[in-house]
């Protein structure tokens, strides 16, 4: 089994898809690993890194995808849209294909993978369930993402975040509201409340918060009915225009009491609830902070701009996208983690791929096979009439 990685051709992207670390359990599986030059550079990890290994490296992009079984990607195609465009061609009939993949967001970017033949296995997919933990490169990233943000905050702030008492008087402590309290959000809390700051948080599931208390937050209650909130995967749910009306409405205090919001709130698939409006904004106090990490999905901020800082009404509005690949190392490392974990999910005892439709991972990340689109939820999306599930062996 030969695994290729090759080099990440999303703009900004410096995140590989697997580190030197990653070789000796591959290995032990009876997996060999080429390395296109100069893939995990940007990450930390210079070739010689690989080689000292036991990985192969190779210098053209195109060897990569001729002599790997299965490509091992960060960002593919899907989430790729243009230059992965430029991968399709190099893909082959029965080869594997396992990263980031966008499939619900950009549902048309599968059909050529399904026409190449090309077996694809998507990460944002990743079942919340106990077996596939390890494997959940979603929540990896959304921890980083979390992190970023608050330094974002910290950076650009008209306020420090902690409490200090001097000789020229005491500075009172920044105040963050933090709306979604998944990973993303969670995180945020946590790394805003380490560096000093009076931290609030929100979500429409009232189960998390005890975990937002736990990590020295208050939690903001509001009196809205949040039954169906969750799916059984664990993923919020969109609630509906007159829900999200009336909870902009019953936010708008705890916004403008906060001189840094960071919006965290996103739903698979969907554009992300409008959260935050502009009349809201204009509440805020003069250069306050938004961070709005939902700017790719649409934003929790009307004004927000994916990839751009704006100044609106004196509030910064930030509206990062990526923000993972900002810190590449430690993102590489959790990401390569998780998609070494699920490659050896796949991998039998006798150094062979199996895909077990039985299997509730396989079942929950396979886009691809046979020249067909296989996922249930995707098919939907593209009318396309239910699929036949069968049972498979070795691959």
């Known amino acids: 089994m030969i695994l290729g990685v090759p080099k990440e051709t999303f703009p900004n992207e410096q995140r590989v898809a697997l580190i030197p670390a990653s070789i000796a359990a591959l290995a032990k599986a009876k997996a060999e690993v080429i390395i296109e030059t100069g893939a995990g550079y940007a990450a930390g990890f210079p070739d010689k890194m690989y080689q000292e290994k036991g990985a192969r490296i190779v210098a053209q992009r195109a060897d990569v995808f001729s002599s790997a079984d299965i490509i091992l990607q960060v960002r593919g195609p899907g989430a790729n849209p243009e230059a992965g465009q430029a991968d399709l061609p190099l893909l082959r009939t029965g080869q594997l294909l396992i990263g980031f993949l966008d499939p619900l967001g950009a549902p048309l970017s599968v059909q050529p993978l399904a026409q190449r033949g090309v077996t694809a296995l998507s990460m944002e997919l990743m079942p919340r369930i106990t077996r596939a933990q390890s494997m959940d490169a979603l ?66 599931r009232p189960a998390v918060k005890e975990q937002v208390q736990s990590l ?116 590489s490392q959790l990401y390569a983690k998780n998609i070494t974990t699920f490659v050896l999910h796949l991998i039998n005892k006798e150094g062979a791929l199996q895909l077990k439709s039985d299997d509730p991972i396989v079942a929950a990340t396979l886009l691809t096979k046979g020249g067909e689109i296989v996922h249930p939820r995707l098919r939907e999306r593209l009318g396309l009439p239910a699929h036949t599930a069968r049972m498979e062996g070795a691959h």
């Open 139 to 204: 929540s990896s990233m959304a921890t980083i993402a979390g992190y970023k943000a608050v330094l974002l905050a910290a950076q650009f702030s008209s306020r420090m975040f902690p409490m200090l008492m001097t000789a020229a008087g005491t500075i009172a402590p920044a105040r963050v509201f933090v709306i979604g309290a998944g990973v993303t959000g969670l995180q945020a809390i946590a790394t805003a409340h380490r560096l000093g700051a009076v931290v609030r948080g929100y979500d429409v």
């Open 216 to 331: 020295g937050a208050t939690f903001v209650d509001l009196p809205l009915d949040t039954a169906g909130a969750e799916d059984h995967g664990g993923y919020a749910k969109a609630l509906g225009d007159v829900f999200y009306a009336r909870q902009r409405e019953v936010m708008a205090k705890a916004v403008a009491e906060s001189d840094v919001v960071i919006c965290t709130a996103t739903v698979p698939g969907q554009r992300a609830p409008l959260l935050v409006t502009e009349e809201m904004v204009r509440g805020m106090t003069p250069g306050s902070i938004i961070v709005d990490l939902a700017a790719e999905g649409g934003g929790n901020c009307a004004l927000t701009q994916p990839t751009r800082t704006i100044t609106a009404h004196g509030v910064t509005i930030m509206g990062p996208v990526n923000l993972a690949a900002t810190i590449p190392n430690h993102a």
